[in-house]
T-cell receptor
Framework: DTGVSQDPRHKITKRGQNVTFRCDPI?????LYWYRQTLGQGPEFLTYFQNEAQLEKSRLLSDRFSAERPKGSFSTLEIQRTEQGDSAMYLC???????????????FGPGTRLTVT | GQNIDQPTEMTATEGAIVQINCTYQ??????LFWYQQHAGEAPTFLSY????GLEEKGRFSSFLSRSKGYSYLLLKELQMKDSASYLCAVVNTNAGKSTFGDGTTLTVKP
């Protein structure tokens, strides 16, 4: 169990550019979540997957955001035409369903810190 | 809608006991998690409640009252390393979607 990894750890981009982040979950976890967190706030739900299926996307998320999990393993989160308001920490988490040696607790990656200038 | 309330900040003394409260009004309830988040790091799992009552795990305990929409996290024998943000998260759906509170920043002083 190597934990959840995210790449890159930091990204600085200019407004209007596209960025893509990658998340590699714990291998036996079939659920994967994306969150956004700003200073002093809790993680804000963006979207989640069960295997390769994207089950829900936050209504707060504009069409500039898209996520994929093509083979039910790693996931990518793309932000198109970035805006300064997109500056935040983007967290990925994974979990097993409850009852399968655990309670469905989420294991978080270290996050990707995005700065849009 | 989703509404989770926690105190923004708390301060306690090393060796003491502190209780961090969380009240929630959410659509759908499939359990409540507490996570710890040190500054600049990712949240880590502390405890889980789905039935009413107290769950104890070492120096940490968590309580849930579903009828009152209320939970608390109790930290005993506080240590300096317990200085962190404590996040209350309600699981909204069977698939594990969670809504997080904004966290309580706990400062432990010598």
């Amino acid at each position: 169990d190597t934990g959840v990894s995210q790449d890159p750890r930091h990204k600085i981009t200019k407004r209007g550019q596209n960025v893509t982040f990658r998340c590699d979950p714990i291998s036996e976890h079939n659920r994967l979540y994306w969150y956004r967190q700003t200073l002093g706030q809790g993680p804000e739900f963006l979207t989640y997957f069960q295997n390769e299926a994207q089950l829900e996307k936050s209504r707060l998320l504009s069409d500039r955001f898209s996520a994929e999990r093509p083979k039910g393993s790693f996931s990518t989160l793309e932000i198109q035409r970035t805006e300064q308001g997109d500056s935040a920490m983007y967290l990925c988490a994974s979990s097993r369903p409850p009852g399968t040696s655990g309670r469905g607790e989420q294991y978080f990656g270290p996050g990707t810190r995005l700065t849009v200038t | 809608g989703q509404n989770i309330d926690q105190p923004t900040e708390m301060t306690a003394t090393e060796g003491a006991i502190v209780q961090i409260n969380c009240t929630y009004q959410t659509s759908g309830f499939n359990g409540l998690f507490w996570y710890q988040q040190h500054a600049g790091e990712a949240p880590t799992f502390l405890s889980y409640n789905v039935l009413d009552g107290l769950e104890e795990k070492g120096r940490f305990s968590s309580f849930l009252s579903r009828s009152k929409g209320y939970s608390y996290l109790l930290l005993k024998e506080l240590q300096m390393k317990d200085s962190a943000s404590y996040l209350c998260a309600v699981v909204n759906t069977n698939a594990g979607k969670s809504t997080f509170g904004d966290g309580t920043t706990l400062t432990v002083k010598p």
